[in-house]
C-alpha cells in the first residue's frame, strides 16, 4: 500500500505550491497596481500645476506628467485641455486666452501589464484627469514671457 502512494507528496506539494505561488504574486502586484495608479493621480496633479503657469502647450507639461518612468508612459499619454468658465473645451486656446479659466491634465490610453504567472492580463488603466484654476499661464505682470 505504501508502495503505491510513492511520490503523491511531491505531486500535491508541487500543485499547492504553484498556486500558493500564484497567489502571493497576485497579492503582491495588486499592491504595484494601486502604486501605478497613485503614481498616475501624481502625474496629472503636477502636470495640471505646470499647465497653470507655464504657456499655453508648454512641453513642460507632458514632462512633468509623465515624471516617473512607468512601463509604457510616455508624453503621448498626457492630453492638456484649456477650459471656459463652464467647463467647455476652448477650441483655439491661443487666439481665446481671455476664455481660458481653467486646465485640465488627463492620462489617457495608458496600457497597464500586470505580471502574474499563468495569467497574460493587459488593461487600459482608466483615465486620470486634474483640474486647476489658471494662473499666469506663462505671463507674468509685465507681459514677457516666462520660461518654464
Do not use: K
Not at 502586484?29 to 497613485?38: A, D, I, M
Not at 509623465?66 to 483655439?92: C, D, H, K, R, W
Amino acid at each position: 500500500m505504501v508502495r503505491h502512494q510513492r511520490g503523491t507528496t511531491t505531486v500535491e506539494f508541487a500543485i499547492v505550491g504553484a498556486l500558493l505561488i500564484t497567489i502571493m504574486l497576485a497579492v503582491i502586484e495588486f499592491g504595484r497596481t494601486v502604486f501605478t495608479l497613485s503614481v498616475m493621480n501624481e502625474g496629472t496633479r503636477r502636470g495640471a500645476r505646470v499647465a497653470a503657469v507655464c504657456p499655453i502647450n508648454d512641453p513642460a507639461i507632458a514632462q512633468a506628467t509623465a515624471f516617473a518612468s512607468l512601463p509604457g508612459m510616455t508624453t503621448q499619454n498626457v492630453t492638456v485641455e484649456y477650459l471656459n468658465q463652464t467647463g467647455g473645451i476652448v477650441g483655439n486656446p491661443v487666439a481665446d486666452f481671455s476664455q481660458i479659466r481653467y486646465v485640465r491634465v488627463r492620462i489617457v490610453n495608458y496600457q497597464y501589464q500586470m505580471w502574474i504567472p499563468f495569467l497574460d492580463l493587459a488593461f487600459t488603466a482608466p483615465d486620470f484627469p486634474t483640474t486647476l484654476p489658471r494662473e499666469s499661464l506663462g505671463v507674468p505682470r509685465d507681459g514677457a514671457v516666462a520660461p518654464c
